[in-house]
């Protein structure tokens, strides 16, 4: 199985997303959420992993809208 959008079905991309992510329903100063809302796109096939973690880390590079850091992670 193969992780493009053109390989996989809505389904998949959703399962890959939940594996990849572990618990997304756990709390945790609602960190998960924010992580399983940021591949949306990606489930929605309308953005590939590789963009989504592109620009994601693109901000970091820049320093633009870095979060803070909280309990588990980001907030």
């Known amino acids: 199985m193969g992780y493009l ?3 996989t079905t809505r ?3 959703e399962r890959i997303v939940r594996d990849s992510l572990g618990n997304i329903e756990a709390n945790c100063d ?12 990606y489930i ?3 953005k590939e992993l590789r963009e989504i ?3 994601f880390h693109a901000r970091y590079v820049r320093e633009e809208d870095a979060p803070e850091k ?4 980001y907030l």
Not at 30 to 41: R, S, T, V, W
Not at 70 to 73: D, N, P
């Open 5 to 7: 959008i053109n390989e």
């Open 11 to 13: 389904e998949e991309r």
């Open 30 to 41: 609602g960190c998960m959420a924010g992580l399983a809302e940021m591949y949306q796109d």
């Open 44 to 46: 929605e096939g309308r």
């Open 53 to 55: 973690n592109m620009a």
């Open 70 to 73: 909280g309990g588990c992670g």
